[in-house]
């Protein structure tokens, strides 16, 4: 099953810069499609897949923070292909 998941890393102290970038990168190199905006990034893929390696970085970048807010909105569908026709 496809999904398309959308994130925002909010860490909640002064150096949050870093972090932010640091997870993206992360996300960046993974086989997965990942597509930023301004204000979150998406990252699409099977969910059988996707889901262990999302664990896998939200717990790294969790353990290098001392309070986060993450917030996953995920749609059950590929969306990376997504154009507005307006």
């Known amino acids: 099953m496809k999904i398309s998941i959308d994130l925002t890393l909010t ?4 150096n949050y ?9 992360n996300l960046r190199a993974s086989e997965f499609t ?4 301004p204000l979150s990034t998406q990252i699409y893929g099977d969910i059988d897949r996707l889901m262990p390696f999302l664990t ?5 970048s969790f353990s290098e923070l001392d309070i986060a807010v993450l ?3 995920i749609v059950k569908t590929d969306r990376s292909d997504y154009e507005p026709h307006f």
């Open 11 to 14: 860490p909640l102290q002064d």
């Open 17 to 25: 810069e870093s972090h932010i970038i640091d997870f993206i990168r």
């Open 34 to 37: 990942v597509l930023e905006n």
């Open 56 to 60: 896998q970085e939200i717990k790294r």
């Open 71 to 73: 917030q996953m909105k």
